[in-house]
């Protein structure tokens, strides 16, 4: 394990009671244990905080290091997460994000880890997915089969296609160490954005490194009413927040 790199996993989690159970499992049956976990309850009103605490053991057991962060007052995603980016250890190479409604496939970590040790030229790696539904039925190649329509393959220098549309689900997705700072520049998201940190984030690492993708369904992804794109209490605000990125992003700012 000492000769694999160090991956910083972030999973902020606010009132995700109904999935934390599957999403430790999935955790637990990771095929790559040189992780170090990041996890914080962001002042959930729900068992969240108590889950987290239940298994916490078995996590320790499984991974290189676990943090549980119990925020006092809600942050809210975006400071949630701007908070968990501060504890990340400066031994580790790859970082990711995992929110708690998604999950990872055993095999998602070690399969980009070892893309990127390959391609050294690649800053951000990406892959297909599976999509659940707020059903239950699960759709496979979720990235030919999004409810919005296809998503780009986009490979290489993205940042045309990014502009046109955010084609990346952040549980997806693993970053350079490097690359994640540089793109999550917290001062410039708070200053701009609101909800959508993750596509601002992606512009502003398209304009310095390639992306990689991977056709392999690596993740599943919740498609649900309670997430920010389906709610309709955020709906048109995630619609008026990306029209406002792609617009500071065509004057440089992302």
Not at 40 to 60: A, F, I, R
Not at 74 to 82: A, D, F, H, P, V
Not at 151 to 178: E, H, Y
């Amino acid at each position: 394990m000492q000769n694999k790199p160090l991956v910083t996993t972030l999973i902020p989690s606010y009132n995700s009671n109904k999935w934390i159970y599957e999403l430790i499992v999935a955790l637990l049956a990771d095929e790559y244990p040189n992780q170090q976990l990041l996890i914080s309850d962001d002042c959930s009103t729900d068992k969240t905080g108590e889950m987290w605490d239940q298994y916490l053991p078995h996590l320790v057991n499984k991974f290189k290091e676990v943090k549980l962060f119990h925020q006092k007052e809600n942050l809210g995603s975006r400071r949630n997460t701007e908070f968990l980016s501060q504890h990340i250890s400066e031994a580790s190479k790859y970082v990711q994000i995992l929110e708690a409604d998604d999950k990872f496939y055993p095999s998602k970590v070690k399969t980009e880890v070892e893309y990127l040790e390959s391609h050294p030229e690649i800053g951000l790696v990406y892959s297909n997915f599976d999509l659940e539904l707020a059903d239950g039925r699960l759709v496979k190649n979720g990235q030919d089969n999004f409810p919005w329509g296809s998503l780009p393959k986009a490979q290489g220098w993205v940042r045309n296609t990014l502009l046109s549309t955010n084609f990346i689900l952040i549980c997806t997705a693993m970053f350079r160490k490097d690359i994640y700072n540089l793109g999550f520049d917290f001062n410039l998201l708070n200053h701009y954005t609101i909800l959508l940190c993750d596509y601002a984030a992606f512009l502003i690492m398209s304009k310095i490194t390639q992306f990689g993708y991977i056709e392999e369904c690596l993740s599943r992804y919740r498609f649900h009413p309670e997430g920010i794109c389906n709610n309709p209490k955020t709906r048109d605000q995630v619609v008026a927040d990306t029209e406002h990125i792609k617009t500071l992003a065509s004057l440089g700012i992302f």
